[in-house]
T-cell receptor, first 109, second 115 residues
Framework: GQSLEQPSEVTAVEGAIVQINCTYQTSGFYGLSWYQQHDGGAPTFLSYNALDGLEETGRFSSFLSRSDSYGYLLLQELQMKDSASYFCALYNQGGKLIFGQGTELSVKP | DAGVIQSPRHEVTEMGQEVTLRCKPISGHNSLFWYRQTMMRGLELLIYFNNNVPIDDSGMPEDRFSAKMPNASFSTLKIQPSEPRDSAVYFC?????????????FGPGTRLTVT
């Protein structure tokens, strides 16, 4: 089967940089996705890594290392509105996503 | 575009009753996914369809759950009979054909409470 591990909670201050790590176990997958979910809302897509390395999208960057079964999401210039849950997910054939348990990010003033 | 539409947004029902959740995917999307989210189990994929055909239903918890997609613009998830442990938020998501896009677009969810 497939499984992912993320820290359950992370706290950071406004304006800072925070990294949310994700380790996974799988025999095969197409890529690693990241989603954001605000309390009571729908998950929204942030980024996707098909290949090893860094993908940058504005204040958010995501990294994948297949050899280390590891990825992370980097959020820069943190804002209060970034307080949310962040999920890593393995992207498989047919578009099937297997999600981690999520990391709750709290941004403090 | 209206996005993925789900109905109802909230459902409260008694144990043993039939529950039907509805989803309208984004027009032109070929793949549709049903998820369940709880505090204990997180976000779980229940079943997904490609071009209206069920591809993988290995996440459906038991025979009380069934899903259909009679056409490209409508899908249902039915629970019969419902049990208190089915209480969760159920999300529907759609995406263009796998390989064309990696993004899934989630609906607002249906919060189901079974008493």
């Amino acid at each position: 089967g497939q499984s992912l591990e993320q820290p359950s909670e992370v706290t950071a201050v406004e304006g800072a940089i925070v990294q949310i790590n994700c380790t996974y176990q799988t025999s095969g997958f197409y890529g690693l996705s990241w989603y954001q979910q605000h309390d009571g809302g729908a998950p929204t897509f942030l980024s996707y890594n098909a290949l090893d390395g860094l993908e940058e999208t504005g204040r958010f960057s995501s990294f994948l290392s297949r050899s280390d079964s590891y990825g992370y999401l980097l959020l820069q210039e943190l804002q209060m509105k970034d307080s949310a849950s962040y999920f890593c997910a393995l992207y498989n054939q047919g578009g099937k996503l297997i999600f981690g348990q999520g990391t709750e990010l709290s941004v403090k003033p | 575009d209206a996005g993925v539409i789900q109905s109802p947004r909230h459902e409260v029902t008694e144990m043993g009753q039939e529950v039907t959740l509805r989803c309208k995917p984004i027009s032109g999307h070929n793949s549709l996914f049903w998820y369940r989210q709880t505090m204990m189990r997180g976000l779980e994929l229940l079943i997904y369809f490609n071009n209206n055909v069920p591809i993988d239903d290995s996440g459906m918890p038991e025979d009380r759950f069934s899903a259909k997609m009679p056409n490209a613009s409508f899908s249902t998830l039915k629970i019969q009979p419902s049990e208190p442990r089915d209480s969760a938020v159920y999300f529907c998501a759609s995406s263009p054909m796998a390989g064309q896009s990696y993004e899934q677009y989630f609906g607002p969810g249906t919060r189901l409470t079974v008493t």
